[in-house]
C-alpha cells in the first residue's frame, strides 16, 4: 500500500519516517555532524590497495579511512592519491572504518562536481533520497521550503505529490509519529495481543526475548509456544529495520519441540525480512528457542544516533545533549501551537551549551517560526530542559 514520507527538518538535523496508513515502518535520523550512513556520498582520495583485503583504503575525512573494494571500482585499479566519488554501503562501527563502493549513478557522481577531496555531501542528497526512492510514497510532507525544493529537483517531475507543511505545529506531532519513535528508544515493545519483546544492544550483538505475557492461546502449551512465536515474527521484522539494529542478533523464542514448528518460525522470520532494505541471514532454530541472524550495518543503530553511553561500565543509553536540545525546541514550537504567547527554556549547562552553540541555527529557526526570540538559560538544577511559559 502506498503510504506517506514525513520529513521534518531544522538546521543540522533531517528526521524522515514512512507511515503505512498510521503505523511506522521506516525511520530515518540524519545529523550533519555524525558519523556517515549508508547512502552518504563522498568525494573520497585513494590512500592505498591492500592485496590481503582485494580492495583499497580510501580517504574521507573521517576518523577512520573506508575501504573500497576491488569488485566495487570501476575500470583500472586507480593509482594512490587520485580522487574519486564513492557512496557508503555500510555505515562504520566499533574499530571498523565504513565500506563504500565507486558504483555511483551519474547523477550522484554529478552531485559532487567541483568539491575538493576529502569531502561530504550534505545527507539529505544521499540516504534520503535512497528512502524516498524506496518508499515510493504517494505524498512527501516537509515542513521545510528549501528541502522541498531540492528534493524535487532530483526527482523525476510527477513522480510525487509534495505538500509544505507550514504550521507552528511540530510536524511529527501532527502526524502522531513523536511517540512512536520515543517508543523505539525503550527496551520493552508490547503487542496487542498481550505478548512482548525486550530489545536489549550490548557491545557484541543485540539480544531479542520473546515474551508470552497475557496472550490467550489455546490448545496447550506446545501449540500456544508457536502461535506466539510466530505472531511476534512480523513486529521483530518491523523493530529490527526502525531500531536499524546491525550485526549479530540473538532471538530467544519460545521453546519449541517439534523441528517442524522450528522450521516453521525460522522460515517465517526470513520471509519477514525479505522485504528489508539491509540484507539479513537468519540460521536456524535451537530446540530451545535460540535464534541466531545477522544485519548488515547499513544506518547507524537508531539508540547510537540519539543517545550515548552510561552507568555501569557504559551499558546503558541516555539521550544526548544534542537529543535534548532538538527535542525542547520542538517542544517549544508546540506550546505555541498550544496558544503560548511567551515561551522560554531552562536547560542542563549541555543542552543549554548545544543550544547556544552548534545548535545555535536551529535555536534561531525556530525562534523565527514562533515569530519571538527564545531565550535559553543554563541551569544546573534541571535534568534536561524545562518550558518556561508566559
Known sequence: MPGKLIVSALPGEVRAAVLTGDRLTDLLVLRDDGPPQAGDLFLARLLRFEKGLDGAFVELGLERPGLLPRQEMTGPLPAEGTTL?????????????????????????????GRKAPARLPAENGPLLTLLRAAAPETVVTDDVALMNRLKAQ??????????HSDPAPLFEVWEIETQVEALLQPLVETPGGASLLIEPVQTLTAIDVNAGRHDGRGG??????????????????????????????IDFLALRKPEDRKAVAGALRKAVAGDPEPCQVFGLSPSGLLEMTRR?????????????????????EKTPVTLAYEALRRAAAARSSGATKIGLRAAPPVAAALQGAQAAALEAVAERLGAPLAVVADPLVESYDLVLG
Do not use: M
Open 221 to 250: 502449551a506446545a501449540v500456544q509456544a508457536r502461535e506466539v512465536n510466530l505472531s511476534l515474527v512480523p513486529e521483530i521484522a518491523r523493530q529490527l529495520r526502525l531500531r536499524a539494529i546491525s550485526g549479530l542478533i540473538a
Open 297 to 317: 550495518r547499513g544506518r547507524l543503530p537508531l539508540h547510537e544516533v540519539l543517545c550515548r553511553p552510561c552507568g555501569l561500565g557504559g551499558r546503558g543509553w
Open 85 to 113: 566519488p564513492v557512496k557508503v554501503l555500510r555505515a562504520p562501527g566499533g574499530d571498523k572504518g565504513a565500506r563504500v563502493s565507486a558504483k555511483l549513478s551519474p547523477e550522484e557522481a554529478e552531485r559532487l562536481t
Open 155 to 164: 526527482t523525476a517531475v510527477g513522480n510525487y505529490d509534495f505538500t509544505l
